[in-house]
């Protein structure tokens, strides 16, 4: 991931010349390195792993993972009725 932020920051900003690259590196580096998306991957990473080591079955392992990879469509028009009203 960071490499990946890295490498997208030097594709939108930089002409891919060596005396170019030399020059933004560093700038390239800093913004790649930002805590809150470090902390997101290793969390996001953590729930896969978590959710591996406690299913013994590749169906509980989708199940398990469903739970934090889709996200629920919540329509900015509806009112959101709390499910145990309904």
């Known amino acids: 991931m960071y490499w990946g932020a890295a490498k997208r920051e030097a594709r939108l900003k930089c002409d891919y010349s060596f005396k170019s690259l030399e020059e933004n590196?560093?700038?390239f580096l800093d913004k790649a390195?930002?805590?809150a998306h470090i902390r997101r991957?290793?969390?996001r990473s953590m729930d896969f792993i978590e959710a591996y080591s406690r299913c013994?079955?590749?169906r509980e392992v989708v199940q398990e993972v469903k739970k934090f990879v889709e996200k629920k469509y919540l329509s900015h028009?509806?009112?959101?009725?709390p499910s145990d009203l309904v």
């Open 41 to 43: 991957y290793f969390r």
């Open 77 to 81: 028009r509806k009112v959101r009725v």
């Open 56 to 58: 013994t079955d590749g």
């Open 25 to 27: 590196i560093d700038s």
């Open 33 to 35: 390195g930002d805590l």
